[in-house]
């Protein structure tokens, strides 16, 4: 039988050869025969246990709050905080980008230093010591190319031991809105859905509208669409449009679909 003894008092239901804790001190054991000789103190074995450092890095992603159409720049934010006991050192940040965003460029972190590789489409975020109860930020500027839901996440690690690994990923849900166009309107002059209103038009840069009758022919056309056309001189019936939006540089969005004009 072995009794412990931890700093100098003794580790009371310890009668094992081995002893496994996790709390530093100065440990001793001395064993006793079975005929209840206690080994001389010159047989104790001493050892010392030293506290492995402990930093529980957390990661947060989120993305701007306002509404986002296709072709529209955003904003996500990593956040990374060290919630102790110990300070973080080599902390690595990892974030994927998803194929429906187009990277922009990053902003200059609070702490550390952050490259994109266009290869992989990796951001690649890393700080040298995020000291414990600290907290840095990264602002990533992408483009969004069509509309739909992107889920987007982000990791982070460091040298020391985490306890808590829970908080070390987070993923962003963000919902990229398109042009809405209508199936139908009515130009009767009521003041109630009079124009073939285009929403969200407003929110791009350059627009191209036509619209065309079941023989093929054009009967409306403009290249600064105002939502403002109330299809005089036709007559009611079903017509084939072709919407064309962007901003900037980026390539056009084309949508084809039918509209029906009843007055």
Not at 68 to 89: C, E, H, K, P
Not at 131 to 146: M, S
Not at 231 to 238: F, I, K, N, Q, V
Request: glycine share 6%; hydrophobic share 35%; net charge negative.
């Amino acid at each position: 039988m072995y009794i412990w003894f931890k700093d100098g008092v003794l580790v009371p239901g310890q009668n094992k050869q081995n002893l496994i804790t996790a709390t530093a001190g100065i440990y001793k054991v001395a064993a006793i025969n079975s005929f209840g000789c206690t080994s001389d103190l010159s047989d104790e074995i001493e050892v010392e246990v030293i506290s492995v450092p402990q930093a529980d890095v957390a990661i947060t992603k989120r993305s701007e709050t306002k509404n986002v159409l296709s072709n529209q720049i955003f904003d996500y934010y990593l956040d990374v905080r060290n919630n102790g006991a110990d300070d973080a050192t080599l902390v690595k940040v990892k974030d994927v980008l998803p194929d429906n965003l187009i990277f922009e460029s990053l902003a200059l972190p609070t702490d550390g230093e952050a490259a994109y590789d266009p290869v992989t489409r990796t951001i690649q975020w890393g700080i040298a010591l995020l000291g414990n109860g600290k907290f840095a930020e990264l602002v990533v500027h992408v483009r969004a190319k069509q509309p739909g839901m992107v889920s987007n996440t982000a990791t982070v690690t460091a040298t020391e031991n985490d306890p808590k690994l829970s908080n070390n990923t987070s993923t962003d849900l963000k919902e990229i809105s398109g042009l809405r166009i209508p199936n139908v309107f009515t130009p009767n002059g009521d003041g109630k859905n009079d124009t073939f209103y285009l929403e969200n038009l407003q929110s791009f840069e350059y627009n191209e509208v036509t619209v065309i009758n079941r023989w093929g022919s054009t009967v409306y056309q403009s290249n600064k669409y105002l939502n403002d056309w109330t299809a005089p001189g036709l007559s009611d019936g079903t017509y084939f449009y072709v919407v064309k939006v962007k901003n900037g540089n980026a390539d056009w969005l084309e949508y084809k679909g039918y509209i029906t004009i009843i007055r």
